[in-house]
């Protein structure tokens, strides 16, 4: 096994063509089963994802914010690469970006 840096593309079987990879809940059981519970959060971790989304997601109900519409299947709204570029990320280009053909 190796990691493959790549973009978040969800079109598996066209992107890893020849490799078996376990449906989403058949390896979530079975690592389960062996004790693996880094795929669940602990109640404390849960309560405080509530307590910083609800109110912005109560924000964005009443109207306060509206969110930025971008293409499907793009690298999503020009914005977010700036707010990255803000908090000094720096994008590095070593993957080649192959469209999804669903």
């Given amino acids: 096994m ?3 840096q790549s973009e978040l593309d969800l079109s598996y079987r066209q992107r890893y ?11 979530l059981i079975l690592d389960t089963i062996r004790g693996d519970q880094q795929h ?3 109640r404390d971790e ?7 989304f609800t109110p ?9 914010f509206k ?11 020009a914005e977010a690469d700036q707010l990255l570029e803000k908090a000094g990320y720096v994008q590095t280009h070593g993957y080649i970006w192959i ?4």
């Fill in 2 to 4: 190796s990691t493959v």
């Fill in 17 to 27: 063509q020849k490799v078996t990879i376990p449906e989403a809940y058949e390896r």
């Fill in 40 to 42: 669940f959060v602990r």
């Fill in 46 to 52: 849960l309560r405080a994802s509530w307590e910083i």
């Fill in 56 to 64: 912005l997601l109560h924000r964005i109900d009443d109207g306060e």
């Fill in 67 to 77: 969110p930025i519409p971008y293409k499907p299947g793009s690298r999503g709204p």
């Fill in 99 to 102: 469209p999804p053909t669903l």
